[in-house]
């Protein structure tokens, strides 16, 4: 089920990257182009894969997704890909304050535990998929043109899909460390 979401999040991604691929390597040579992270706190506190890719469309804009992939006992089916448009407002290229829009898809998965349950003591279970808009803030921060260090958080409206029993609401965070190229 992990190499199922992992896959999906490297289809994504690479899309990104072929609908850029005809842009002209003579705009901005000796920047960056991509940015990928990841969050070790969520790594390492067995929560989940939160992890980032963005494409560098110009010096103060870009696009990308943002992925969690669950596998903490509290978010073990929880799946959330979010694209993503970034505005920048540093002086320094793609980095600085920004702030983003975002469209969350959310796949996750509720036990009933009321009338049955399986080996695993899990009852009744549905999937819900869900669709939404939100808003982000954040900062990145760019080392030799080579590590880049960011902090975002977002919220988001759920408004297509069956929600079930949860919130209406989503949302997103990062304290990430990555890699440019």
């Known amino acids: 089920l992990l190499m199922k979401r992992l896959l999906l999040f490297v289809m994504i991604i690479s899309s990104f990257s072929s609908v850029f691929a005809q842009e002209s390597t003579e705009q901005l040579p000796h920047f960056r182009k991509n940015d990928i992270l990841i969050d070790p706190f969520w790594l390492i506190g067995g929560l989940a894969l939160n992890a ?33 448009y970034r505005a920048y407002f540093g002086s320094k290229y793609a980095s600085g304050f920004f702030i983003e829009g975002f469209a969350p898809i959310t796949v996750s998965r509720e036990y009933d535990n009321v009338f049955w349950t399986d080996e695993n003591n899990r009852g009744n279970s549905a999937v819900y998929t ?21 902090l975002n958080i977002g919220i988001a409206r759920k408004f297509i899909g069956d929600r079930g029993p949860g919130s209406e609401v989503t949302g997103k965070g990062m304290l990430g460390v990555g890699f440019a190229f």
């Open 52 to 84: 980032s890719y963005e494409r560098i469309i110009s010096e103060d804009s870009g696009i990308g997704a943002n992925a969690i992939f669950g596998f903490g006992d509290d978010l073990e089916e929880f799946t959330q890909i979010s694209p993503f």
């Open 130 to 150: 869900t669709g939404g808009l939100g808003f982000g803030i954040g900062a990145k921060w760019v080392a030799k043109k080579k590590f880049v260090f960011e």
